[in-house]
């Protein structure tokens, strides 16, 4: 059995026996041939679309870089112009509270002296005189609280917890809304001026908008200091922010600019915002570090 099979002869092995042999080989062998070219023309395709991935990723890599660069040197520029516009403000307010206001308040002494003269003058010349008396207090009722608007001196001089308090009564006073505010601890200390004026502005603009937008009668003004960072948080009872307005917020698509601009200048201090709405009311929360520059100053 063995032996029959121990010998193959060469012969035979490549031996085409006939004609629809010789067919089926050459069918064989196109058909693998274009199974190769097909398998080949399938890599080098699959080969080009590797490189365009790469390409188009290393370019998306690129732009995205890019404009992590732009939105930087545009969150830069921001800040910058907070600070700008916050020197101004301080600037304009002292001029205005200063100079125009006390040469009001000199105008207004040299009046009354007139005024307790007034029998001396003629009746059409006595009530001239009081009514512009009237006027110049009004006037220089008008510009204190633009002075004080647009840069409140107490928070300068006394810090923030006083300048809070005096700038919520006024608030209360002016438009009727209750402001409950809570400092823990009772005084917050002293902060770097940009630490100051931050949080002031946040409140400010938090309570503008409850007060613009919300129709809650009440607020409630939180402000919590920790050896770490200082957290604010602003809340009221009213109509709320709908999902999509606050969805547009978040991409800076609305027109209003106050929200967007307290998230900024947050952003400038390295610290958080949040603001959290529903048919009850608006929260608005934010935290702030204080790093080694403003404890010193708490300290001092
Ligand atoms: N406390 C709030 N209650 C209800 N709606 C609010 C409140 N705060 C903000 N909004 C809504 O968010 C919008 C954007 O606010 P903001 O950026 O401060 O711009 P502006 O006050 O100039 O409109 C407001 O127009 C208002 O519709
Ligand atoms: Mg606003």
């Known amino acids: 059995m063995g032996a029959q099979y121990w010998i193959i002869p060469p012969l035979y092995t490549l031996q085409i026996l006939n004609r629809a042999q010789a067919v089926g080989i050459v069918a064989f062998l196109c058909v693998s041939a274009v199974i190769i070219a097909m398998g080949e023309a399938h890599r080098h395709a699959r080969d080009e679309l590797q490189k365009s991935h790469d390409e188009l990723e290393s370019r998306v890599k690129e732009r995205t870089g890019e404009l992590e660069a732009i939105r930087g040197s545009l969150r830069k520029l921001t800040g910058h112009l907070l600070q ?49 008396i009237i006027l110049l207090q009004q006037t220089i009722t008008g510009v204190r609280s633009a002075s004080y608007l647009l840069h409140p001196p ?43 004026i931050a949080v002031f502005r946040v ?19 939180r402000i919590e200091r920790s050896p770490a960072q200082i957290g604010v ?37 390295g610290g958080t915002f949040r603001i959290h709405s529903n048919g009850n009311g608006t929260c608005v929360q934010v935290d702030l570090p204080i790093d080694s520059a403003q404890r010193i100053s708490l300290a001092s």
């Open 203 to 221: 409140v400010q603009e938090s309570l503008a908008n409850i007060h613009r937008h919300s129709g809650s009668r009440v607020a409630r003004v």
């Open 233 to 269: 948080e602003i809340q009221d009872c009213g109509r709320g922010i709908s999902q999509r307005l606050l969805a547009d917020i978040e991409s800076g698509r609305t027109a209003g600019v106050g929200i967007g601009a307290m998230r900024e200048r947050v952003r400038e201090l």
């Open 84 to 132: 700008l516009r916050d020197n101004e403000q301080r600037k304009l307010a002292r001029e205005l509270h200063d100079s125009v206001g006390q040469l009001l308040v000199a105008a207004n002494i040299n009046l009354s002296f007139v005024e307790a003269e007034a029998a001396k003058l003629s009746p059409r010349a006595a009530a001239a005189i009081a009514e512009s």
């Open 154 to 196: 107490l928070l300068d001089d006394a810090g923030l917890t006083f300048a809070l308090r005096a700038y919520t009564d006024g608030v209360t006073s002016r438009t009727n809304l209750e402001i409950d505010l809570i400092f823990s601890p009772d005084d917050l200390g002293r902060f770097t001026r940009d630490l100051e």
